[in-house]
């Protein structure tokens, strides 16, 4: 997963607060241990109150405003998304909302929860040992009990599906107009109820057991500082401890706890933001170029130099070595998933490869004018932009069928050297099928093309078949 601008100082400043927020929960105590014995207080609990107060300020500050300047940063990334255009919109409305849970509540909690446990053991210890070792045979419990209720969350699964509702539901209402000439409006609209369901069944299961660890973590926080405060009342009926003592560990005690609590507690509202965060960084996006080179246009020669792709920790090409002559037309078959658009997607330049380069003519594409590259491609997608304007430019609504027909004439429109077609027919019927075909019959000769096909139909209009499995070339 790439890294999210700016984490590392956010991190810093909270562990830095997080500090801070320790020594004024050991001061406070004293002080509370102090006035709770008959002692004279003097100004130091009142100071530890006001500083404590004035840190909490300063946390929310500085967390509200790192997630809106997160969430800014990742709305901008994905207006530049090259992925379903549903999903996309689920991202940048859903998912990047969702972020705030885990940026704003459950990431300061952590850091919390590694900060004050651990200053409050130290106090205990130098205060009374009995004390400090049961505090610290069962403080872990409350992290190890949530890791095994967390275990079985479905926040992933959650988002995955409403992801998928999100996608579905804008395709189905662009085309609403065809499904209902066609009579297949009543069965999208099954499944789209089918999905919804499946969403709000994970749903109801994350509830559940966020509502079980919830309980689960309140009774082991409860029982442990009850463990705590027996064994002092017995102590101090006895004479062996002192009532300042005695104060002063029932006042720390439940502060070693509480952070790992509100962690807890906050684990599984942060954790489909967690989720969502990854999926937006992991989202593939235009890259900006910014090279000079120019060459002469016409149908280029194309190798792949051992290249690689990985979007964070999945691997989309390994190590792909394919050379692609000037006006050849070659046809990429595999399982989806393989790796087939990643390789369109490089050569137009909306990824760069994590290793290896691609070259064009024998320069290397990063080096390219990106615009002049261009205005040399002529690429048809599975699902075609739409633009107002003109038929040359682009009607509005339209079915897929005329999607694809119009966004070939587009591509027949220009005289590009480079052809890219990614499963131009996938969504069409026979006879519109035939159409397309027929139209790219034109498109081809005299000009290098690369064809994702999934359906024979197309694979027969390339001079040379290659195919992918798991990112790798095999024949």
């Known amino acids: 997963m790439p890294p999210l601008p700016g984490l590392r100082q956010y991190l810093g400043l909270l562990t830095v607060l997080g500090a801070l927020t320790a020594v004024t929960v050991l001061v406070q105590a004293d002080g509370l241990a102090t006035l709770l014995t008959g002692d004279r207080v003097g100004a130091t609990l009142f100071i530890a109150i006001a500083a404590r107060i004035l840190l909490a300020v300063a946390h929310g500050l500085v967390t509200s405003r790192f997630t809106a300047s997160a969430q800014t940063g990742l709305r901008r990334r994905l207006l530049d998304a090259t992925g379903d255009p549903g999903e996309t919109a689920t991202r940048i409305t859903k998912g990047v909302d969702a972020t705030a849970t885990y940026l704003a509540g459950y990431l300061p909690a952590m850091v919390l929860s590694a900060m004050v446990p651990i200053a409050v053991l130290a106090r205990l210890f130098t205060a009374d040992l009995t004390s400090a070792l049961i505090v610290t045979a069962t403080v872990p419990l409350v992290p190890l009990f949530a890791a095994l209720i967390g275990a079985h969350t479905r926040a992933r699964t959650q988002w995955t599906l409403l992801t998928r509702l999100g996608g579905h539901f804008l395709d189905v209402v662009r085309g609403l107009p065809t499904l209902k000439l066609f009579g297949r409006a009543q069965a999208q609209a099954q499944a789209v109820r089918e999905m919804a369901d499946a969403h709000a069944d994970a749903t109801v299961k994350t509830l559940r057991v966020a509502f079980l660890s919830a309980l689960v973590l309140e009774l082991i926080a409860t029982l442990s500082i009850a463990l705590v405060a027996v064994p002092i009342g017995f102590r101090l009926l006895s004479g062996s401890m002192t009532a300042h003592t ?32 990854r999926e937006i960084l992991n989202t593939p996006t235009v890259v900006r170029h910014t090279g000079v080179q120019t060459r002469r246009p016409g149908p280029p020669e194309v190798v792949f130099d051992r290249v690689s792709v990985h979007y964070g920790d999945t691997c989309a090409l390994s190590e792909v070595d394919l050379t692609i002559g000037s006006g050849e037309h070659i046809a990429l078959v595999g399982p989806s998933g393989a790796g087939k658009s990643t390789m369109l997607a490089l050569l137009l330049g909306f990824v760069t490869p994590t290793s290896g380069r691609v070259l064009i003519d024998g320069i290397d594409l990063r080096d390219l004018d990106h615009a002049a590259w261009l205005r040399d491609t002529a690429w048809l997608p599975q699902r075609p932009t739409v633009f107002h304007g003109t038929v040359t430019e682009n009607p509005g609504k339209l079915s897929a069928g005329q999607r694809q027909r119009i966004g070939l004439s587009r591509a027949l429109s220009r005289d590009a050297g480079l052809i890219l077609l990614d499963e131009p027919t996938a969504r069409l019927d026979t006879q519109t099928e035939a159409t397309v075909l027929s139209g790219a019959r034109k498109l081809l000769p005299g000009r290098t093309a690369l064809l994702v096909a999934h359906r024979p139909a197309l694979a027969a209009l390339a001079s040379r078949t290659i195919e992918l499995r798991h990112g790798k070339v095999t024949a």
């Open 246 to 277: 005695a104060m002063l560990v029932l006042v720390l005690a439940p502060e070693a706890y509480l952070p790992l609590r509100a962690a807890g507690a906050k684990f599984h509202a942060a954790a489909e933001g967690l989720t969502a965060l």
